[in-house]
Each structure stands twice: as structure tokens, then as C-alpha cells.
């Protein structure tokens, strides 16, 4: 599959896109609050058609340091058929996903990621050397393909708490797409890697209040 065999595909996220107005960066160009990146946007500025929660076999974990994000952990994922990580899928055009992978990794120069193979292998590496260089393929939704990226690795020796900004668009995205109440969100990121031993419960509870 490629963008000459469909029109669209779904982008399923679990960090911080969860928050679509942070999301609309990658769609639309411009920079999100808290944030030290301010971003072109896609050719394409058409709106997501739809907007679905999901949830994916995976678990969620906070590593490495973004200057994007005054050097906080950023999310990523671990395939683990024992753990949900609650993620919010786009339906956005295919060429729109090809420039949103490129943003997230900083690639400069034509990029189309082979979708087709994607599917058949249930993943695909672009950049392996970039933060999120490994599309993984989580199955179809109304008959099209769901796609989200992660690292290529388990990055166990890098677990770094996240920046509250960052943070806070995960909060509010958890609202957005689950009408969490405080204690479900608390008892959610409360457990996962860098945030656990990390940010004290009383302060995540604060930031969710806030």
C-alpha cells in the first residue's frame, strides 16, 4: 500500500499528540505551548476526517532528553501483548502522514515511506538512527491501515522524566479522548517508566488539577 493505492491511513499517537490542538503543529505549522520547536506543518493543511480512541498492546515509557521540550522525556512505546497504552488515532491523508513522519524525525529531502511493506511486515524502519525511526503497523479500522512510530529500541538506559508542558498536553489529551477523571489519570502515568520514582504523586496531581 502507498499513497497511490489510498487516500488515507489512520495515525495512531500516544504522547502528546493525544492533545489534538498540539497535533494541528504537524497538520497546520506553528509552535505548541511549553514547547521550543515551532513546526512547518504538512503541504497538505486539510483537517483530520476523523478522530477515533485506540487502544494499543503496548507499553508507554518516558526516555531520552528533547530540547524540544527544555529536556524532558518524550513517549514512547514497547509492543507487549500484557500492557494498554490509550492512544487516539487521525484519519489524515497518506501524503500528510509522509510529512508527519518526516517532521518527527527531522528529515530533509523526499521521504515515502513504503506503507505496503509496513503492512506485511507489521513494521518498517525509516531512519534508524532517529528518535522515532520504526513505523509499526496496528491493524485496520474501517478498512484502512492504523500506523504510529516508536524507537527502534527499548531505550531501558535512558528513562528520563518528562517536561510538565509536555506532560500536561498528555493530560488534557487523556481528557479529550477518554473524559478521564483526576484519579484515572493519576493511576495511568503514575506507573509508567520515568514518570514512576521520578515526579512524586502529589506534584502529577497538581499538573492535572492545573
Request: aromatic share 12%; net charge positive.
Amino acid at each position: 500500500m502507498n499513497k497511490e493505492n489510498f487516500g488515507h491511513v489512520w495515525y495512531a499517537c500516544y504522547g502528546s499528540n493525544l492533545q489534538e490542538e498540539r497535533f494541528t503543529c504537524y497538520i497546520s505549522g506553528g509552535r505548541p505551548e511549553g514547547s521550543f520547536r515551532t513546526y512547518t506543518g504538512c503541504t497538505n493543511k486539510t483537517s483530520p476526517a476523523a478522530t477515533k480512541p485506540i487502544e494499543i498492546k503496548a507499553e508507554l515509557y518516558f526516555a531520552k532528553r528533547s530540547k524540544t521540550w527544555s529536556g524532558g522525556g518524550a513517549a514512547f512505546i514497547r509492543p507487549d501483548e500484557n500492557s494498554i497504552t490509550l492512544g487516539k488515532m487521525y484519519l489524515i491523508a497518506t501524503d500528510q502522514f509522509s510529512e508527519l513522519v518526516k517532521q518527527e524525525i527531522r528529515f530533509k529531502g523526499n521521504l515515502e515511506p513504503d506503507l505496503t511493506l509496513a503492512v506485511k511486515s507489521g513494521f518498517l524502519i525509516t531512519k534508524p538512527e532517529t528518535w522515532y525511526g520504526k513505523i509499526l503497523h496496528l491493524g485496520h479500522e474501517e478498512g484502512l491501515p492504523i500506523f504510529t512510530f516508536t524507537n527502534i529500541d527499548f531505550l531501558e538506559t535512558e528513562i528520563n522524566a518528562p517536561n510538565e508542558h509536555y506532560l500536561k498536553k498528555i493530560i488534557l489529551g487523556l481528557r479529550e479522548t477518554y473524559q478521564l477523571k483526576e484519579d484515572q489519570i493519576l493511576n495511568y502515568l503514575s506507573s509508567k517508566k520515568g514518570i514512576k520514582g521520578n515526579i512524586l504523586k502529589q506534584d502529577l496531581r497538581h499538573l492535572i488539577r492545573r
